[in-house]
Nanobody, 117 residues
Framework: QVQLVESGGGLVQTGGSLRLSCAAS????????MGWYRQAPGNQRELVAI???????NSADLVKGRFTISRDNAKNTAYLQMNNMKPEDTAVYYC???????????WGQGTQVTVSS
């Protein structure tokens, strides 16, 4: 069982930056692919970016060049650095951990990010 706690959300102006953190407990994160997802009102939850245990990354086209996902396995923490933010980035951001072999998934409670125009 993995517990995930997100932090770092808030209100930012267009063009600003935020850094989200996802602290994990209950298991060794080296076994998990970590991801950030987001869900805006009326929309489905969508993938933002993922990072493998070996720190390989992939991100959605909408955020490439602006958002960077990373992880610190020693601290059992994943991060999402968001730069040059836009109003359409407004959403609840969720941290996800997926076990590489069993594919068991765990979610955090979400953190609100609001970008004002």
């Amino acid at each position: 069982q993995v517990q995930l706690v997100e932090s770092g959300g808030g209100l930012v102006q267009t063009g600003g930056s935020l850094r989200l953190s996802c602290a994990a407990s209950g298991s060794n994160l080296n076994l998990y692919i970590m991801g950030w997802y987001r869900q805006a009102p009326g929309n489905q939850r969508e993938l933002v970016a993922i990072v493998t245990p070996g720190c390989g990354t992939n991100s959605a086209d909408l955020v490439k060049g602006r958002f960077t996902i990373s992880r610190d396995n020693a601290k059992n923490t994943a991060y999402l650095q968001m730069n040059n933010m836009k109003p359409e980035d407004t959403a609840v951001y969720y941290c996800n951990a997926r076990q590489r072999i069993s594919s068991a998934k765990y979610w955090g409670q979400g953190t609100q990010v609001t970008v004002s125009s």
